[in-house]
């Protein structure tokens, strides 16, 4: 069953290209979404067994990326529906298409135990996203595009070049040369150092760009702001998540090395810390609330990045705040997406008293930002919490000190951009808009931001033992 996860997207995306009717096509999505939920939470909840001679296996740190991606696109794909119905101005044929190849690509991100293999489906990734971004096909949006591509492809090409560093590394230790997971944890020990430390610095810069560490990080305010809203979600729930998990398993080879995890920590905790500053700079008195977004993603993959540096007792909230970071920000994504629609700008010039002219999509982007920056009672505050308790208990004072300090300062800037935004009274020489908040558009984001506050006051205990068990995978030298 565990080959559904990708065989099932891949016919919805062929469905969706045979399907003439632009009305029709979107419901392709939630049937295929829902589906995919349903069997990824059923292959979560149960030990799965490797396949094609170790190749595929999903285990505890794929589940937890599986949850992560399946929730969210479900989300967007019921999403979808509604928002498509007000853009019949244009074909939706290559959105729909691309967005089940690109779950696809996703769901066999999760299942990769050979970095080669998982390098692919990264690329896959990439590749299906880029038509999505050109959607609304104008000058910004070509331009957000042909940046994506440039710099997310230099950046999973050097990714490649690391992957060729490490099977290197094997080689040069008179070992067979292999890129299996399993195998390297074992051989990793005895690997060539100087051929892993290079081998670790590409696949970090690699991945990173993915991710959008900064410096690594400038397609990400162009590709979020052009692109449509559940579109921008994917981006920052789905992409970075995937991107993330290659991090891990570097993470792991790292481990399992014994002497090369200080130096690979460092790294990260260097280049998260450099996001946050970034995001705290470029967040302040941002007027374009869809670039405030996406420089909040450079915030949170820094607070990824900090806290996999920090390691031990971090690591439980860090894989936490994966989920949490891509679901919220799939609230506020949407909830913006539906604002930009009603208003027809993106600006804070233009959209004023929103929670007046959209109350409930206006409401939504005001809960997503409280939940966003780690505020009280929903589950980012449980998960940043975490990281920055075990900043502090392993002595990283420092790095606890300017964490909280960014933290405040990105708080601050976020405010100043998103309170005018929701508050007050709408402009008297606004233009008219047909976009009116209905079930499809308001229901998905409103459920996750419901599911975020259940997270945060009383998570399952099947996430926290899945949590658990994904953690004890980052701590244990195999």
Partial sequence: MIHLLVLLPLGGALLAWLVPDNRLRPLVLPTIAIPHLLLSLYLIARQTEAVHGGWIYLDPLGKITLLAISSLFAVCAVYAVGYLAYRQDRSNRVLCLGLLVCLAAMSLVTLCQHLGLLWVAVEATTVSMAPLIYFNRNARSIEATWKYLMICSVGIALALLGLLFLA???????????????????????LHRSWLHAAFIFLLVGYGSKMGLAPLHTWKPDAYGEAPGL????????????????????????????????????????????????????????????????????????????????????????????????????????????????????????????????????????????????????????????????????????????????????????????????????RSDLATSDYRDGLLTVGPPLATMLLMLWFGVWPPEMLLQLLRDGAALLEVRP
């Fill in 168 to 190: 290197y590394a094997t080689h040069v230790a008179h070992q067979e040369a292999t890129l299996l997971l399993p195998d390297l944890l074992k051989a990793a020990p005895g």
């Fill in 231 to 426: 579109v921008g979600a994917l981006l920052a729930g789905g992409l970075v998540s995937c991107a993330f998990l290659a991090i891990l398993r570097v993470y792991q080879v790292c481990l399992a090395s014994v002497v090369e995890l200080a130096f690979f920590q460092n790294a990260l905790i260097v280049l998260g810390l450099l996001s946050m500053a970034v995001a705290a700079v470029f967040m302040a008195r941002q007027h374009d609330f869809k670039r405030m977004l996406a420089y909040s993603s450079v915030e949170h993959v820094g607070i990824l990045a900090v806290g996999l540096g920090i390691g031990k007792g971090a690591l439980f909230g860090v894989l936490f705040h994966l989920i949490n970071n891509g679901l919220t920000k799939g609230v506020l994504f949407l909830s913006s997406g539906n604002i930009h629609r009603s208003y027809g700008g993106k600006t804070t010039e233009v959209v004023q008293g929103a929670l007046t002219r959209l109350p409930w999509s206006g409401g939504l982007f005001l809960a997503g930002f409280i939940a966003i920056t780690g505020s009280p009672p929903f589950a980012p505050f449980v998960s940043e919490f975490s990281i920055i308790s075990a900043t502090f208990a392993t002595g990283n004072y420092l790095v606890g000190g300017l964490f909280l300090l960014f933290l405040a300062i990105i708080f601050i800037g976020m405010a100043l951009t998103v309170l005018p935004m929701v508050m007050g009274v709408p």
